[in-house]
DNA sequence: CGAGATTTTGAGAGCCTTCAAAGGCGGTGG
DNA sequence: CCACCGCCTTTGAAGGCTCTCAAAATCTCG
């Protein structure tokens, strides 16, 4: 088994770890703050590997990720996985459970986790209390629809290498809004074949594009460890946005 | 240019289609349907061809699309275009707009269109003064994400012959919710090039994956018309699954 | 009827996959 | 503490799916 970055996640203080993400956006007040954390009230703890929600199976609940890392995917009938996304701690997981009786997509640890189901219920009362918090919400699902969309065109129109490039990119920084001082070396804690499941290739491929970008001197690879060592031209070959900027949230309700 | 299915969306009643979009899913009270009304008081035009919203301009509004059909893109930076999604009478459009300062896709005319347009603040009021309705506009985000993800474990996972099977049982199914007198002969509307910007491939790989379709018996196509002939075979080709089916809405708070 | 867009078909090239096998690394059990 | 085992990474060779380039045919619209 590949060697996992240990206690990822161990940033994620007590309280509300969803609540900390809305509040990257937007300073809560203690009302919010308290229906944030009633999300969080149970906690679950899974294996690397498990799954915490399989394709097709009846699904009712929906998770914040409170520690470690997870993906959610689906499986093709001929037996080929896509990973449709990497989940951090402050995700929220399984938010088809309001929508679907069974499951559209599997979620599973890749990692050691800690995740704290709740039931749909909480997600009504907290709409129905906390307006703004509904808003925030919508926000933080469209940010994700974004970067799905950045996925989507990266599959239907850019190569191999790119598409690697673009993952890179992406676990860094995702990983750098956990820790700061994260910079240009980070463990991705991915396999080539989970990295090839997110990207539409091949175990094989991705392995050649990372010697390829290795051959480039835009990465740098030693010890499981990645160094971007040229950021600019990595960006450029992925066509990358940073999704989490730019925003303008001057819309947004009133806080209770 | 390419003929247009002239008419497209004249079964749009005068009210709000988004009402009627979001009825289909769950009675809706007098008050909730005079609240989504308030969001097409506005009408405006457009030709087909035109841009609703172009990518990294500035956007602050949302739209209801009454008539007509659309489609959101994103441009690569080699020129090439990605389609995201084809947008029916009353899907609302432009979402991304309650979170970016710019817009990051965007937004055409496929044909002469009427649209709705509604501030980010009309918004605002809504999710405040009707919580069912926010959060049905989530179930409605959430199923519209579920199709993206489909599309993107077929671009990343499937065959060029699945992911043009896929586009035609979509087109047929979504202009079917608009008239369920359609069966399996329809007007596809699209051109060939906008197929493969919409699925990954080239125009001309397009036209051999259609003859493929057609020489297997799965498809017929005539003056300007496609009929599916093998509707199972089809689905099984192109892993489809129906977004619109199998929902659960108990959770939904009380109406206002 | 002419111009431009779209569809269709052919030939060749290239990117990525498949198949196969060797090497490395970590974990486990003796 | 060492050896073995399984998983992961790496590399090579060959094949196929899809793209590019090119040109003719068809269709739409003015």
């Known amino acids: ?9 161990d940033v994620c203080v007590p ?27 149970r906690e679950r703890h899974l294996r690397r590997g498990a799954a915490l929600q399989r394709e097709n199976d ?9 520690k470690g890392l997870m993906m959610s995917s689906v499986l093709l009938d001929d037996g080929s996985r896509q990973i449709l996304r990497f989940l951090f701690p402050g995700d929220m997981m399984g938010v088809s ?11 599973t640890a890749l990692t050691d986790v800690v995740v704290c189901p709740f039931e749909r219920t909480a997600m009504s009362a907290l709409i129905s209390d906390h ?4 808003a925030l919400i919508m926000v933080y699902n469209q ?11 990266a599959l239907g129109r850019t190569s191999a290498k790119a598409r690697v490039a673009a993952i890179l990119l992406e676990m860094r920084n995702r ?28 175990a094989v491929h991705v392995n050649r594009m990372l010697r390829q970008l290795e051959d480039d001197g835009v ?20 066509n990358f946005v940073d999704r989490y900027a730019g925003l303008d949230l001057g819309w947004l309700p009133a806080g209770r």
């Open 1 to 9: 088994m590949l060697w996992r970055p240990p206690g990822w996640g």
């Open 15 to 41: 309280g509300s770890c969803f609540a900390e993400r809305l509040s990257d956006m937007l300073p809560l007040t203690p009302g919010e703050h308290r229906a944030l954390e009633r999300l969080e009230e």
């Open 58 to 66: 009846p699904c009712s609940d929906l998770f914040i990720l409170r």
């Open 97 to 107: 459970s309001l929508v679907y009786r069974e499951a559209p997509e599997t979620i």
């Open 131 to 134: 307006p703004r918090l509904a």
């Open 143 to 153: 940010i994700e629809r974004t970067a799905l969309t950045d996925r989507l065109a």
């Open 175 to 202: 990983m750098r809004m956990l820790d700061k001082a994260l910079t240009k070396t980070f463990t991705l804690g991915l396999t080539q074949e989970e990295i090839g499941d997110a990207t539409g290739l091949t």
């Open 219 to 238: 990465i740098a690879r030693a010890a499981g460890q990645v160094t971007l060592t040229n950021e600019r031209a990595l960006a450029r070959a992925a």
